[in-house]
């Protein structure tokens, strides 16, 4: 199968034309929001894209691969920037706080009311945007019927970028928390904004405020992390038909799984791929992309127009199983197939449980263990993806279960969980299971993984300390995979103590003694079944035609492991902006972002864990003689008994420092 390309579509039923206009909220505060437009007398149903990224620079390119064609197709379609983001008015808060979500039921309503709607809305997105829809549909207005949300989370405490079995998420909630500052810190287009864009930029800068101690506070599942998971709504509050999209391996696939199971069948449907976080329908690694936009296209066309088409006979979940990597060469796409199931749970799903053997064994896992993890929400980078896991099963106890040669291959889909018996060495740990994919020669690779913060064995909504010198039986699921393990390949089971930077370490590095005798390994097994799931190929409208002037710098790696031999000391450095330089837009801005993620840990003990983040944006519209740049610090150090952060915050117009402010602060380690 050769890799899938995106197919530019320039001809659409509708002409169309976009413009940009202020939204307004019952307080009176303006929304920045850009509208394509199909050019029809007829009213036509809206499609509202709702995030903090800035339509005029940052998702711009984003945004016209898929508004313009949802326009051509004979919708209004929308994007929206929060309030206190972009040139939107009003002040920034939290994610997903009470005012942003009423504002996007504001919004929705406002839409409903135009002359050019027929009443009816959709709501879609990826990421913050489709967590949004989510949230909002739970508030259930009215005229929001369908919802399109690919790679959310219905649950911000444990299936997102803050924390993973009560754990903190070293490599999550510090990189989201820097980046949330440093992106809120950019200031209002002058352009769009108008001049009254200085006087709102240094007015936000002054409320703006690191995250990073406010999620550090919250170290159970309490009721701010309860507020806007949808899970917690319950579910059932949404009303609107929701298509529930899911790419791997990031950490959003589980909130998939939980939509089509807990909403009625009538009004859901799941798509579990292989994509980054990103949209479906672009070509990015691990692929293959879909025709991502044709299949929503169906999806809006039953709901908002009442289309007699098929798409709610499609089954209920459609997933990718893929094969492992070894197979790939050249131009191909990597192995899998598309696979469907009526229901979830799903009748063609059986649980195999695979007992442990051996005698008890003594886990105490390095503090490296877990550089090979891979990004922890892959965007389609070259090195996003899990390296060769051999180095991270070295300090792991392994259990293998061989697939004979001669047998059939060994097909997953759902959650794995593992039951363990551990004797815990100290009141505090964590223990990490990652299953695996070995090779006949070797080569170990990472399939799925899970954690348990040892306090959080009753519930993520308390911490209990572990008994010493009682055994304990840990019982924890791991994310969401579809996976073969052909004929000939182990499925492996590591088991470790330690796993940085995904998972920042307790205090105590004594690590447990596992008891194999009183622990399993249980695998959603999935039968073979003959399966007709086809998409068709990608398609998108035409590109915004952003340009990216060279550069004389070398550019960083987009993750580097750096080992101090003499100190003992392992840095892993990370890029999230690698290759992205700077970009030139048609309407004469430059923009331009370099970031550099820091985690290092040594082997001296739990406590050498620190995380530091720099950012540096810059914005610059020559024909303006507008020039301005934000440079962010952040960083976070622990002791036994609290997490310290520090930020720092400078902001440029013109080469001199209108706004510079830092924040230290010490949160005490209740759990996380």
């Known amino acids: 199968m050769s890799k899938t390309r995106t197919r530019i579509r ?3 039923p509708y002409e169309t034309r976009h413009e940009d206009l202020h939204i307004p909220l019952p307080d009176g505060t303006r929304l920045y929001a850009r ?6 007398d007829e009213p036509v149903p809206a499609l509202l894209e709702y995030l903090p990224h800035r339509l005029t620079d940052a998702t711009a390119p984003r945004d016209w691969q898929r508004h313009p064609w949802y326009a051509g197709h004979g919708y209004a379609s929308v994007r929206v920037d929060v309030r206190g983001h972009g040139n939107s008015e009003g002040l920034p808060g939290d994610p997903y706080d009470a005012v942003e979500l009423a504002d996007g039921v504001a919004v929705v309503n406002w839409l409903a009311g135009q002359e050019w709607c027929g009443g009816r809305v959709g709501m879609f997105g990826i990421g913050w945007g489709a967590t949004a829809a989510l949230q909002v549909a739970a508030l259930a207005p009215e005229p929001l019927r369908a919802v399109v949300a690919v790679g959310a989370t219905d649950d911000r405490y444990d299936d997102g970028t803050h924390y993973l079995g009560g754990s903190v998420l070293a490599a999550g909630l510090p990189a989201s928390a820097a980046r949330l ?9 002058p352009r769009y904004a108008g001049e009254e864009w200085r006087e ?3 007015t936000r800068l002054a409320e703006v405020r690191p995250m990073a101690p406010t999620w550090l506070a919250h170290q159970t599942r309490d009721d701010y992390w309860r507020h806007g998971s949808v899970r917690e709504a319950p579910h059932a509050a949404i009303r609107a038909a929701v298509l529930a999209v899911g790419g791997g391996p990031g950490p959003y696939r589980d909130t998939v799984l939980r939509l089509v199971e807990h909403l009625p069948q009538d009004r859901v449907r799941g798509i579990l791929g292989p994509w980054p976080h990103q949209y479906p329908d672009r070509a990015l690694p691990p692929g293959p992309a879909i025709g991502f936009l044709q299949e929503t296209l169906r999806w809006w066309d039953r709901h908002l127009k009442d289309a007699d088409n098929d798409v709610m006979a499609e089954p209920l979940l459609r997933s990718w199983i893929g094969g492992p990597p070894e197979r790939v060469t050249g131009d191909e796409e990597p ?14 799903v059986t649980p195999v449980t695979y007992g442990l053997q051996g005698v008890p064994v003594v886990v105490a896992s390095p503090q490296r263990t877990g550089l090979e993890a891979g990004r922890l929400v892959p965007s389609g980078g070259d090195a996003d993806l899990p390296s060769d896991q051999r180095a991270d099963d070295a ?7 061989p697939v004979p040669e001669s047998g059939v291959a060994v097909d997953i889909l759902g959650r794995p969980s593992v039951r363990l018996t551990l004797l815990a060495g100290a009141p505090t740990g964590q223990v990490v299971a990652r299953l695996c994919d070995v090779a006949p020669d070797g080569s170990s690779t990472l399939v799925t993984r899970g954690a348990l913060n040892l306090s959080a064995r009753y ?10 010198g009682e055994w304990e039986t840990y019982v924890f699921e791991l994310g969401s995979a579809g996976h073969r393990f052909p004929p000939g390949h182990r499925v492996r089971l590591a088991v470790s103590s330690t796993y940085w930077p995904w998972i920042w370490p307790q205090p105590d590095a004594a690590g447990f003694t596992l008891d194999p005798a009183g622990s399993a390994l249980t695998l959603p097994v999935r039968a073979r079944t003959e399966d007709a799931v086809a998409f ?8 915004l035609g952003v340009s990216h002037p060279g550069t004389l710098e070398e550019p960083r790696p987009e993750r580097l492991v750096v080992r101090d031999v003499a100190k003992g000391e392992w840095r892993l450095e990370a890029d999230p902006c690698a290759g992205d330089g700077t970009w030139v837009f048609p309407d004469g801005l430059e923009y331009g972002e370099e970031a550099l993620e820091t985690y290092t840990i040594d082997e001296s003990g739990p406590l050498s864990a620190r995380t530091r983040a720099q950012w540096s944006i810059r914005l610059h519209r020559p024909e303006l003689a507008w020039n301005t740049r934000i440079q962010t610090r952040s960083e976070i150090t622990c002791d036994a008994d609290a997490f310290v952060t520090s930020d720092e915050v400078i902001c440029e117009e013109g080469g001199e420092i209108v706004f510079h402010r830092t924040w230290e602060e010490r949160i005490p380690r209740t759990a996380g």
Do not use: I, K, M, N
């Open 35 to 40: 509208v394509w437009r199909p050019l029809t």
């Open 459 to 468: 519930g993520p909504d308390r911490a209990v300390e572990a008994q010493l």
């Open 181 to 189: 500052l440093a992106h809120v810190c950019r200031p209002p287009d």
């Open 335 to 348: 192995p899998g197939r598309w696979v469907a199931d009526p229901a979830w749970p799903s009748p063609h």
């Open 10 to 12: 320039t001809d659409f």
């Open 395 to 401: 300090g792991s106890a392994c259990f293998d279960f």
């Open 536 to 543: 068709e190929e990608p398609e998108q409208s035409e590109p």
């Open 200 to 202: 709102q930029w240094l």
